[in-house]
């Protein structure tokens, strides 16, 4: 079993309070879950205004594959017109 993790850090300009952080936070959240069936959770900056960190992570039975999975996330998160990726961390193992 592979595992392969990523931290997505955002900056939200047009973000003017937490409801509009949540909100852009919640739509990429739930966008991304529902089309590549991964796990997604804010894991930093619960309280910053413009910033925000999500985790992301797939397991498959292969490393390839759950790499590859993470660089169409990371691509099809590019799309959100709503944030910028300012930074992304990744980790893959096998367990």
């Known amino acids: 079993m592979f595992v392969s993790a990523y931290k997505i850090t955002f900056m ?3 973000s003017f309070s937490l409801k509009d952080k949540r909100s852009v936070i919640k ?10 069936g991964v796990s997604v ?7 910053m205004l413009n910033k925000a ?9 292969s490393m390839g594959h759950a790499e590859e999975m ?3 996330i990371t691509a099809y998160i590019e799309l959100f017109d709503t944030a910028e990726i300012i ?3 990744s980790d893959s193992i096998a367990l």
């Open 41 to 47: 959770a804010e894991v930093a900056d619960h309280d």
């Open 53 to 61: 960190v999500l985790g992301f992570a797939c397991v498959s039975g």
């Open 70 to 72: 993470a660089q169409k």
């Open 27 to 36: 739509s990429i959240s739930e966008k991304t879950k529902a089309k590549f």
């Open 87 to 89: 930074d992304i961390e």
């Open 12 to 14: 939200i300009p047009h």
